[in-house]
């Protein structure tokens, strides 16, 4: 979903589900969005009643009855929600009804509280045909998708699909994470605090709970705890996403500070271009891997060995060993604008892996991206094989004006690295267009444009079509 700046465009509807924290990131979203902006709390009916109603609303908010299936539409707004851990949220639920019978509330559940233990409240409550007694959460997301919510075989990969579709799914046991993970997905302005609300009274902890209760509320919500499991390490993986997006932005931001400082000291002056060697023709094809040599490569000066990247994270299973930037006319990593250049990325792989994305960047020197694009992109992807190493070799012109450009690389599976990144290394080698000779130009890119002059035979307020000179073009 494309949003908006600060997100304040975008349209959210929050999936409450009882005893999660609800009530407390209810109270996030209203400091977020103002009170007047967020629903009152809905409870009892359909989210499609809910969009239909508040439809000018910011955020909907409330425990909503399941939908009949669908074909996944969201109404066009953020469906979220906060999953917790099963057993925790089933003592919660015990005791708040333990809790609220004291207010002399008649409600059937009250009184069991009152009168059974935890597991026996479960098991009365399973006796009387009680659909959400145990594997509340999973049978809520399934029957999203089917009502046939009876079969425990393909209740959860059901229940797994429509979480799926939910564009952000909290954690109750990690809250604060979860507001700031929230803010940071959706460009919102951060939270200082969040508010502990509606906090069930007088309830013991799952380390405190009888070792045979815990069993036994562990069996009867073993779907919900596969179900938060998964939910818990997809959070997980969001999370070092966002602190790797975080990481770069500040070590972009340093690097711009950098540039600013050193601007008005001194302008850098490009050394003198070294004399032209043909050592690649246009169509470059991949070189061996003897020709580039690990260390000591004359043909390659530039070479920057993985270890003194600049920035660099990933599992490593399969790694940069290392990058060099070679024009095909100068044999250096000092070019002139127009000409080829050959980026030689040298990699090992640890691991097999199908379809292995290789990606390159080039910045300048305020840390923007002037060009970045991969094999998945290019449709050039390849199979590794553990054991072996490759060198993978870009080859482009170097249609850029004169300055000093980083070069980064990544390896990684899919369209980007948020799948699975086995490394990524942030200005590993350099590339330095120099202008020698060629016409001068402003900007970043070398357009190469033709030029044609017309001499006209009408006056400039006549819409007549324009006669070439001598009957031709005249081309610069």
């Known amino acids: 979903m494309e949003l908006d700046v600060l997100g304040y465009q975008t349209k959210f509807l929050f999936d409450h589900l009882p005893k999660t924290g609800g009530t407390a990131w209810r109270t996030v979203l209203e400091e977020i969005f103002g009170r007047e902006n967020v629903t009152q709390h809905l409870e009892g009916r359909s989210e499609v009643w809910a969009m239909q109603r508040y439809a000018d609303y910011r955020v909907i908010s409330g425990h909503f009855l399941s939908l009949l299936p669908t074909d996944g539409q969201n109404g066009a707004r953020v469906h979220h929600t906060l999953l917790r851990h099963p057993v925790d949220r089933a003592i919660s639920e015990y005791f708040y009804w333990r809790h609220h019978a004291h207010e002399g509330v008649p409600d059937r559940l009250g009184d069991w509280a009152q009168r059974f233990d935890i597991c026996d409240f479960f098991r ?58 929230f803010c940071w997905q959706f460009a919102l302005p951060g939270v200082r605090q969040v508010p502990r609300v509606n906090v069930t009274a007088s309830r013991v902890s799952v380390r405190d709970l009888d070792p045979s209760a815990l069993r036994i509320l562990t069996e009867m919500n073993n779907l919900d705890l596969q179900l938060y499991e998964h939910a818990l390490s997809t959070f997980e993986s969001k999370k070092r996403r966002m602190f790797r997006e975080l990481l770069r932005k500040r070590s972009s931001e340093r690097r711009i500070r950098f540039a600013s400082a050193i601007s008005g000291v001194k302008k850098l002056v490009p050394p003198p271009l070294r004399r032209y060697r043909k050592i690649l023709q246009t169509n470059a094809k991949q070189p061996d891997r003897e020709n580039f040599p ?63 994305t290789v990606g390159i960047e080039l910045s300048d020197g305020f840390g923007e991206v002037v060009y970045g694009t991969n094999t998945f992109i290019r449709g050039a992807g390849a199979t590794v094989t553990a054991g072996r190493d490759y060198d993978v070799v870009f080859t482009f012109r170097a249609n850029l004006n004169r300055g000093r450009y980083r070069i980064g690389v990544a390896l990684h599976t899919g369209p980007d690295h948020t799948e699975r990144c086995f490394h990524w290394c ?36 006549f819409s007549g079509r324009s006669v070439p000179a001598s009957g031709k073009p005249a081309m610069v």
């Open 426 to 461: 942030d200005n590993v080698t350099e590339l330095e267009i120099a202008q020698l000779g060629e016409p001068d130009f402003i900007g970043y890119c070398r357009l190469e444009p033709s030029i044609e002059w017309f001499e006209t035979t009408h006056s400039p307020f």
């Open 294 to 356: 690990a260390t000591q490569n004359p043909h390659a000066p530039n070479e920057c060995r993985a270890s003194r990247r600049f920035e660099s994270f990933g599992g490593k299973e399969i790694e940069v060993v290392s990058v060099c930037a070679i024009g095909a006319d100068s044999g250096t990593n000092t070019v002139s604008p127009g000409e080829t250049v050959a980026v030689r990325i040298a990699i090992s792989a640890h691991i097999n892996v199908e379809n292995l």
């Open 124 to 181: 009365a409550r399973l006796d009387s045909n009680e659909t959400a007694a145990t594997n509340f959460c999973t049978k809520h997301f399934a029957s999203r998708i089917t009502r046939d919510i009876d079969n425990s075989d393909t209740l959860l990969p059901i229940a797994l699909e429509s979480l799926r579709r939910y564009e952000f799914v909290g954690i109750y046991e990690v809250l604060h994470d979860s507001v700031d993970m």
